[in-house]
């Protein structure tokens, strides 16, 4: 393993499609890299799986010969050889929000049946939809407002409104209106975009 944790070089490997066009949506919705969603993706496995990016993975354990000796010794046929049993990940019930999901074991399908099912298509936007908040903020009836949320674990993580005509002041009152609001609760990050017309 390379000394330098941030050292990059290109891979190829194969991928589900369905898995790559999830990617590539959360990538545009994000505004980040496929690469970067990657290795976050990876980072998190490995530290689900107790093992560190920052350090190689641990040699397997080694037997030294006797001193003098010149060889390692060999198990005989009726003393077989004692292999570890490989560590238990946690159970599913102990994975904390935002951690992955598990994916299953090479080859198998993904575990979806230990999975928290994200809420459905529009639930994200049916908070923000009902527009109730811009009264509260004094919003005129000839003014165009942009919303965009970033909601995860049942809050607005990010809130970017635009109006137009632009008001810097109706913009933050309604920024933290959307804060205040409760939303389908679910550890991955989602967006809600909506746009009140004047017209």
Same mark, same amino acid.
């Given at each position: 393993m390379s000394a330098d944790p941030n050292k990059k070089s290109a891979r190829t490997f194969q991928c589900r499609d369905v898995l790559w066009e999830t990617f590539e949506q959360m990538a545009r919705e994000l505004e980040c890299s496929i690469d970067y969603l990657i290795n976050e993706s990876m980072k998190q496995y490995a530290r689900q799986r107790s093992y560190?990016?920052?350090?190689?993975?641990?040699?397997?354990?080694?037997?030294?010969?006797?001193?003098?000796?010149?060889? @390692?010794?060999?198990?005989?046929?009726?003393?077989?050889?004692?292999?570890?049993?490989?560590?238990?990940?946690?159970?599913?019930?102990?994975?904390?929000?935002?951690?992955?999901?598990?994916?299953?074991?090479?080859?198998?399908?993904?575990?979806?049946?230990? @999975?928290?099912?994200?809420?459905?298509?529009?639930?994200y936007g049916a908070p923000i939809n009902r527009g109730t908040y811009l009264n509260a903020c004094g919003v005129p009836s000839t003014m165009d407002v942009n919303v965009c949320a970033a909601v995860q674990n049942g809050r607005a993580v990010g809130v970017t409104i635009t109006t137009s005509p632009s008001n810097p002041g109706i913009a933050s009152c309604i920024a933290g209106q959307i804060r205040g609001m409760s939303f389908p609760s679910h550890p991955r990050l989602d967006v809600a975009r909506t746009t009140f017309s004047s017209k």
């Open positions: 560190s990016p920052r350090t190689p993975f641990p040699p397997p354990a080694r037997v030294d010969a006797a001193p003098g000796s010149g060889h @390692q010794p060999v198990p005989h046929a009726h003393q077989p050889s004692v292999v570890p049993p490989a560590a238990t990940p946690p159970p599913p019930g102990l994975m904390t929000p935002g951690s992955p999901p598990p994916f299953g074991p090479p080859g198998g399908p993904p575990m979806v049946a230990l @999975q928290q099912q994200p809420p459905p298509a529009g639930a």
